[in-house]
T-cell receptor, first 110, second 112 residues
Framework: DAKTTQPPSMDCAEGRAANLPCNHSTISGNEYVYWYRQIHSQGPQYIIHGLKNNETNEMASLIITEDRKSSTLILPHATLRDTAVYYCIVRVSNDYKLSFGAGTTVTVRA | DAGVIQSPRHEVTEMGQEVTLRCKPISGHDYLFWYRQTMMRGLELLIYFNNNVPIDDSGMPEDRFSAKMPNASFSTLKIQPSEPRDSAVYFC??????????FGSGTRLTVV
């Protein structure tokens, strides 16, 4: 049961901001939005998570809409090393399982 | 911090043989997860532990699969007997709960 919907792929220009959308229209009040990415041949890497407020760290920013039905992960200055599969995951606060969908394959082009 | 350490990185075995995958989580992390990744099925959660106790093993595909966590610094995933369809990359991850989880580099298993 897919709780999130992401575009299968997207291209980004190196040096530009990359905006990755995610729909989670059935999200509940106690569910967080998590973002991970997986660079080819590596394990998934945690990026950021949030509940309802926007969040920012050294890797990215997470913008969650007021109704919480969608979110956007922003990579402020995409580099070639950001080419990866990006996963948007909804997780209940007291359930520690992460269920990965197909994600978005992001290709950063020079 | 060496991160989550998995061994071996690659394993090639013959059908019917026993395979043991190993994982050392990050010290202080209470949760440990085993995932399997294939092209067809993507990333699947097999089992996870909290404080060394298995909490949810509903993703373990068959009785041929078993996982243990004898202490806070070590976990194993065993397949006995192995079959070609078990070929996949197996990831171990650990975390403190509410934050993000750290994944290891994975073990690429090939069963011939």
């Amino acid at each position: 049961d897919a709780k999130t919907t992401q575009p299968p792929s997207m291209d980004c220009a190196e040096g530009r901001a990359a905006n990755l959308p995610c729909n989670h229209s059935t999200i509940s009040g106690n569910e967080y939005v998590y973002w991970y990415r997986q660079i080819h041949s590596q394990g998934p890497q945690y990026i950021i998570h949030g509940l309802k407020n926007n969040e920012t760290n050294e890797m990215a920013s997470l913008i969650i809409t007021e109704d919480r039905k969608s979110s956007t992960l922003i990579l402020p200055h995409a580099t070639l090393r950001d080419t990866a599969v990006y996963y948007c995951i909804v997780r209940v606060s007291n359930d520690y399982k992460l269920s990965f969908g197909a994600g978005t394959t992001v290709t950063v082009r020079a | 911090d060496a991160g989550v350490i998995q061994s071996p990185r690659h394993e090639v075995t013959e059908m019917g043989q026993e395979v043991t995958l190993r994982c050392k989580p990050i010290s202080g992390h209470d949760y440990l997860f085993w995932y399997r990744q294939t092209m067809m099925r993507g990333l699947e959660l097999l089992i996870y532990f909290n404080n060394n106790v298995p909490i949810d093993d509903s993703g373990m595909p068959e009785d041929r699969f078993s996982a243990k966590m004898p202490n806070a610094s070590f976990s194993t995933l065993k397949i006995q007997p192995s079959e070609p369809r078990d070929s996949a990359v197996y990831f171990c991850a650990s975390g403190g709960g509410a934050g993000g989880y750290t994944f290891g580099s994975g073990t690429r298993l090939t069963v011939v």
